[in-house]
């Protein structure tokens, strides 16, 4: 009956389904969402398709998760059809391969561009969101996605004067389209995190100097790319099927081998044999393939260290260098580590040189270059490899829910979510590949996030239900989990951007799912399986709706 009621007045909905951010989330999300009918749209702040691999367009931006066990693998075809050429792709190749989808599955045409979300306001008697965009235009929709990422809200640390210099000033999550010119030039980077170690070897060599600041070093390892070839194209092609089995079920989200032996099944000297082994295996294996008690025992992380720390010292030729590149406060995995090719190399040439900035901190930019407390060092161009405010963007598109109780305000003191993808409070919202998300490979779980939303959408929909918030119950049972098992997790909260601890003021939560994939793909099922009554679900009544 209250269904009806809809249908005879309907009020003003021009979209079902209005999605925030075309990147590899957003994109998915579109994707299903029209497959299953629903009359939806995407919005998307940039001016292209890709998300991350639109903005961060910084030389050798590149993939640490392997091309194909990153990208899409609901078509067959897709799958097929495309040949990723490096095991770790660039990311001109990522944004080729973002537009050729958005192309072939007809996505582009329901995306409006250089439109930023500003507000986006719950209406409790219609059951939908009114949604203002920087174009000006305004959208009412049924359901509201926030895909907007979790490393999409670029962060400057607050040096005095940053926006007094007058050279070229780049951050590398908002690199320019046109290339920029690094020949002969003097070049600071700012930041030694996954995109400062890319962007530092990318340069090295045409750069005239290349200053380099660090605030806290990172455990580097080889990402031990390599040209995929016709032989391995033949063979992903051909396993296809077994390929998406293994990576729609593996807890990393990833293709690698886990070990079956503990660190005390090994002597030593085996020990650091299979250390040798992971130093040269590709990307992430160093930590999904590492001994089965490597998230659980820290001596073995810090005996993992220490030969990481060996082989920092053996690259590098200048050991004070070296002994400023090995960090000393956190062990391998308490902060998400980075992966690059010929990053301390780097430092063997003559023209690049390291400033520690718990040494010689940062005292204001001028008008020419950077002041430290060793004086002044002057510069054409300043890089700022300092990493994204993480899961910022949804806090920021002024999002309303019940009774006018803003996002940001709710979560002030971190976000509160039931799997990561709804809030109580905050009704026909989503935020996929959001936080409390992924602790493994991206659009794994993302698309696992996706998958659910649209079940629990067709679900309602059969049932003539319009409006959708999880009950205070499994949020606290979800949110009281992440809480608890952060402190189990090997991420520290003093040194992790996973807790928020690269930003000033903010509150220091654990930001993803310690229980990672197989907790999701658990509670998922059990809510599945009682038809979703960890959802409180209603239908606009007639009188809301002629309101
Ligand atoms: C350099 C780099 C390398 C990475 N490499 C990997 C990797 O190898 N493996 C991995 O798993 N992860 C990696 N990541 C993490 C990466 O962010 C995710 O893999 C993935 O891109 C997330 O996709 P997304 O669509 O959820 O978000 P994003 O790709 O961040 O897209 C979000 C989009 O939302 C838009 N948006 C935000 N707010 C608004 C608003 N208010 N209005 C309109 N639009 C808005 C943004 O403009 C952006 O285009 C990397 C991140 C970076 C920065």
Same mark, same amino acid.
């Given at each position: 009956m209250q269904k009806s009621a809809i249908q005879e007045k309907p009020h003003p909905i021009d979209v079902d389904m209005l999605i925030v951010g075309a990147g590899i989330t957003g994109l998915y999300q579109l994707y299903c969402a029209r497959q299953a009918g629903f009359r939806a749209i995407v919005v998307e702040a940039g001016d292209g398709i890709g998300g991350t691999w639109f903005w961060n367009r910084y030389p050798e931006a590149r993939f640490d998760s392997e091309s194909y066990t990153y990208a899409y693998l609901f078509?067959?075809?897709l799958f097929e059809d495309w040949r990723w050429t490096e095991h770790f792709a660039g990311q001109?190749?990522?944004?080729?391969?973002?537009? @050729?989808?958005?192309?072939?599955?007809?996505?582009?045409?329901?995306?409006?561009f250089g439109a930023k979300v500003t507000s986006a306001v719950f209406d409790e008697e219609t059951g939908t969101y009114t949604v203002k965009t920087s174009d000006g235009s305004t959208h009412?929709?049924?359901?509201? /996605?926030?895909?907007t990422g979790v490393l999409s809200v670029p962060f400057f640390p607050a040096v005095p004067g940053r926006d007094d210099f007058i050279g070229e000033s780049y951050h590398t999550g908002l690199w320019p389209f046109a290339p920029v010119d690094f020949k002969g030039k003097r070049v600071a980077v700012v930041g030694t995190g996954s995109s400062g170690i890319q962007v530092i070897p990318a340069i090295a060599d045409e750069v005239a100097s290349l200053t380099v600041y660090q605030r806290s070093p990172n455990w580097c390892t080889p990402l031990n790319n390599r040209p995929i070839t016709i032989e391995e194209q033949e063979e992903l092609r051909a396993n296809y099927q077994a390929i998406k089995q293994k990576l729609d079920t593996s807890i990393s989200g990833f293709l690698h081998e886990p070990n079956d032996r503990a660190s005390t099944d090994d002597n030593k000297h085996e020990r650091v044999a299979f250390f040798e082994k992971l130093w040269a295996s590709p990307g992430f294996s160093k930590m999904t393939a590492n001994y089965t008690d490597f998230f659980t025992n820290p001596d073995l992380r810090k005996e993992f260290s220490e030969f990481l720390a060996g082989k920092i010292r053996s690259i590098i030729k200048d050991p004070a260098t070296a002994d400023k590149l090995i960090p000393k406060d956190h062990t391998y995995a308490q902060k998400r580590p980075?992966?690059?090719?010929?990053?301390?190399?780097?430092? =063997?040439?003559?023209? /690049?040189?390291?400033?520690?900035l718990d040494e010689t901190p940062?005292?204001? /930019?001028?008008?020419?270059?950077?002041?430290?407390a060793a004086g002044l060092e002057e510069f054409d161009i300043i890089v700022w490899a300092t990493g994204f405010d993480f899961a910022r963007a949804l806090h920021s598109m002024g999002i309303r829910g019940r009774n006018g109780v803003a996002l940001e305000e709710a979560w002030k003191d971190g976000p509160s979510t039931f799997l990561g993808i709804q809030a109580a409070g905050f009704p026909n919202l989503f935020f996929p590949g959001g936080p409390h998300g992924a602790a493994a490979n991206n659009p794994r779980y993302n698309g696992d996030q996706i998958d659910f939303i649209m079940e629990l959408l067709r679900h309602m929909r059969e049932h003539g239900y319009t409006v959708v918030e999880p009950t205070q119950d499994a949020e606290d049972e979800w949110s009281n989990m992440i809480n608890s098992l952060a402190t189990?997790?090997?991420?520290?909260?003093? @040194?992790?951007y996973f807790f928020g601890s690269n930003i000033p003021g903010k509150?220091?939560?654990f930001l993803l799912n310690p229980a990672g994939r197989g907790m999701?793909?658990? /509670?998922?099922?059990?809510?599945?399986?009682?038809?979703? =009554?960890?959802f409180a679900m209603s239908t606009v009544t007639a009188a809301a709706v002629s309101a």
């Amino acid at each position: 009956m209250q269904k009806s009621a809809i249908q005879e007045k309907p009020h003003p909905i021009d979209v079902d389904m209005l999605i925030v951010g075309a990147g590899i989330t957003g994109l998915y999300q579109l994707y299903c969402a029209r497959q299953a009918g629903f009359r939806a749209i995407v919005v998307e702040a940039g001016d292209g398709i890709g998300g991350t691999w639109f903005w961060n367009r910084y030389p050798e931006a590149r993939f640490d998760s392997e091309s194909y066990t990153y990208a899409y693998l609901f078509s067959k075809e897709l799958f097929e059809d495309w040949r990723w050429t490096e095991h770790f792709a660039g990311q001109p190749e990522i944004e080729r391969y973002l537009n @050729h989808v958005a192309d072939r599955f007809e996505l582009r045409q329901h995306v409006r561009f250089g439109a930023k979300v500003t507000s986006a306001v719950f209406d409790e008697e219609t059951g939908t969101y009114t949604v203002k965009t920087s174009d000006g235009s305004t959208h009412i929709t049924r359901y509201l /996605v926030a895909a907007t990422g979790v490393l999409s809200v670029p962060f400057f640390p607050a040096v005095p004067g940053r926006d007094d210099f007058i050279g070229e000033s780049y951050h590398t999550g908002l690199w320019p389209f046109a290339p920029v010119d690094f020949k002969g030039k003097r070049v600071a980077v700012v930041g030694t995190g996954s995109s400062g170690i890319q962007v530092i070897p990318a340069i090295a060599d045409e750069v005239a100097s290349l200053t380099v600041y660090q605030r806290s070093p990172n455990w580097c390892t080889p990402l031990n790319n390599r040209p995929i070839t016709i032989e391995e194209q033949e063979e992903l092609r051909a396993n296809y099927q077994a390929i998406k089995q293994k990576l729609d079920t593996s807890i990393s989200g990833f293709l690698h081998e886990p070990n079956d032996r503990a660190s005390t099944d090994d002597n030593k000297h085996e020990r650091v044999a299979f250390f040798e082994k992971l130093w040269a295996s590709p990307g992430f294996s160093k930590m999904t393939a590492n001994y089965t008690d490597f998230f659980t025992n820290p001596d073995l992380r810090k005996e993992f260290s220490e030969f990481l720390a060996g082989k920092i010292r053996s690259i590098i030729k200048d050991p004070a260098t070296a002994d400023k590149l090995i960090p000393k406060d956190h062990t391998y995995a308490q902060k998400r580590p980075p992966y690059a090719t010929g990053f301390y190399e780097a430092f =063997n040439k003559p023209n /690049v040189s390291l400033v520690s900035l718990d040494e010689t901190p940062m005292l204001r /930019v001028t008008q020419t270059g950077i002041e430290t407390a060793a004086g002044l060092e002057e510069f054409d161009i300043i890089v700022w490899a300092t990493g994204f405010d993480f899961a910022r963007a949804l806090h920021s598109m002024g999002i309303r829910g019940r009774n006018g109780v803003a996002l940001e305000e709710a979560w002030k003191d971190g976000p509160s979510t039931f799997l990561g993808i709804q809030a109580a409070g905050f009704p026909n919202l989503f935020f996929p590949g959001g936080p409390h998300g992924a602790a493994a490979n991206n659009p794994r779980y993302n698309g696992d996030q996706i998958d659910f939303i649209m079940e629990l959408l067709r679900h309602m929909r059969e049932h003539g239900y319009t409006v959708v918030e999880p009950t205070q119950d499994a949020e606290d049972e979800w949110s009281n989990m992440i809480n608890s098992l952060a402190t189990y997790t090997p991420f520290s909260p003093e @040194h992790s951007y996973f807790f928020g601890s690269n930003i000033p003021g903010k509150p220091r939560k654990f930001l993803l799912n310690p229980a990672g994939r197989g907790m999701l793909f658990q /509670v998922m099922a059990k809510s599945r399986e009682s038809k979703f =009554n960890t959802f409180a679900m209603s239908t606009v009544t007639a009188a809301a709706v002629s309101a």
